[in-house]
């Protein structure tokens, strides 16, 4: 289990990770979400002691990295910036890694068979795809079969097959009890792949939550009428034992509602409907809205996700230093409930 306490970095007058605090268990896939620039890599980096925090610590299974014997052993990551000479083979490139960690030869073989890699075993890095890059970088993390793993946007660049493979990939290292903790910037990769899901913005903690938690709260789905006899609409509607949540533009909501059923509805009692349409939140809009203020850099007047007018399913973003932190479950914080 890795644990951070109050883990803060700050480069010069830039407060990269902000006083961050959360617990990542094992046995589960743990999503590391934010967008670009959240401090994700940072914060990562911290963990492995390649970069100094300005406060607070990390533990790895209750010791700091420095502390670790066999640190290879312990944890395992991929980073983002790729560490191979290109000139090297990928089975030269493991076996140094091996020899360097006291790991017996024969691992080399074990590992290079586990990604995939062992037809192209001999050929040098600098022919690599990325895919095989990625590869490469995850056969030398689970080199020396550590207990922890950890992977910065392993998926970036990849093609399906690759990104399906790594998916498959974390959740068998996860099955197998170990700490896989898994960053991105995409709600969409995450929402395939982990268990539980850390979100940050701007370096803060924004929500720490099972991921069916997170799918439960904000995968709302309701089905909008909208007629030119709203109150009549509304009458029948409340007659057939529905409840309506107010839409846009005069619309009624109803929540789950089956968008056939309801066109019958309507029409058995001579309602005139303008509007019969399934709405559905998506977690992408979820993750938008969480951390719409805490996006550094914003492409061409998008201002965050905009919120179904009308989804009062739909939570409000803690964006402010005083809001709720989203979750509860293994972290023990106050849970931010929907208010
Ligand atoms: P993420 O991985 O979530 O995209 P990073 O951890 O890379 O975010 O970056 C977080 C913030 O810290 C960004 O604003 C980035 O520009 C800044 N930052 C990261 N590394 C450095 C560094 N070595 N020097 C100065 N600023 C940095
Ligand atoms: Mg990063």
Request: cysteine-free; hydrophobic content about 40%; aromatic content about 4%.
């Amino acid at each position: 289990m890795i644990e951070l306490h109050h883990l803060t970095k700050r480069y010069g007058d830039k407060l990269a990770v902000d006083d961050l605090s959360f617990r990542i268990p094992e046995g589960v896939v743990t999503g590391f979400l934010g967008p670009n620039g959240a401090g994700k890599s940072t914060t990562m980096r911290m963990i492995l002691d390649l970069d100094h925090p300005t406060g607070g610590e990390v533990t790895i299974d209750g010791k700091r990295y420095a502390e670790i014997q066999d640190p290879l052993r312990q944890i395992g990551a991929l980073l983002e910036a790729k560490a191979v000479h290109p000139g090297r083979t990928a089975y030269d490139h493991l076996l140094w890694l091996a020899q360097s960690n006291r790991v017996p030869r024969a691992r080399v073989d074990e590992v290079l068979d586990l990604v995939g890699l062992s037809a192209v075993a001999k050929k040098r890095a600098r022919g690599f795809s990325l895919g095989m890059g990625q590869r490469l970088g995850i056969a030398s993390a689970l080199l020396a079969d550590p207990q922890t793993l950890m992977f910065d946007e392993p998926v970036n660049g990849l093609d399906p097959e690759g990104i399906l493979w790594i998916r498959n990939l974390m959740k068998r290292l996860a099955s197998e009890g170990r700490t896989v903790f898994v960053s991105s910037h995409l709600m969409s990769e995450m929402a395939l792949t982990a268990d539980h899901l850390v979100v940050i913005g701007r370096g803060r903690l924004l929500a720490d939550l099972p991921m069916a938690e997170f799918i439960k709260r904000n995968s709302r789905s309701a089905v909008r009428l909208r007629s030119p006899q709203p109150e009549r609409l509304l009458d029948v509607l409340h007659g057939a034992g529905l409840a309506a949540e107010p839409g846009p533009d005069g619309s009624w909501e109803v929540v789950d509602g089956d968008p056939a059923a309801l066109g019958e509805l309507a029409a058995a009692h001579g309602v005139t409907l303008h509007e019969l349409s399934p709405q559905q939140a998506s977690l992408e809009e979820a993750f938008m809205q969480m951390t719409a203020e805490s996006v550094e850099y914003r492409t061409g007047g998008h201002p965050g996700a905009p919120a179904a007018p009308g989804t009062p399913g739909a939570p409000a973003a803690p964006a402010s230093a005083s809001a709720p932190v989203w979750g509860a479950g293994w972290n023990d914080r106050p849970s931010g409930k929907e208010s």
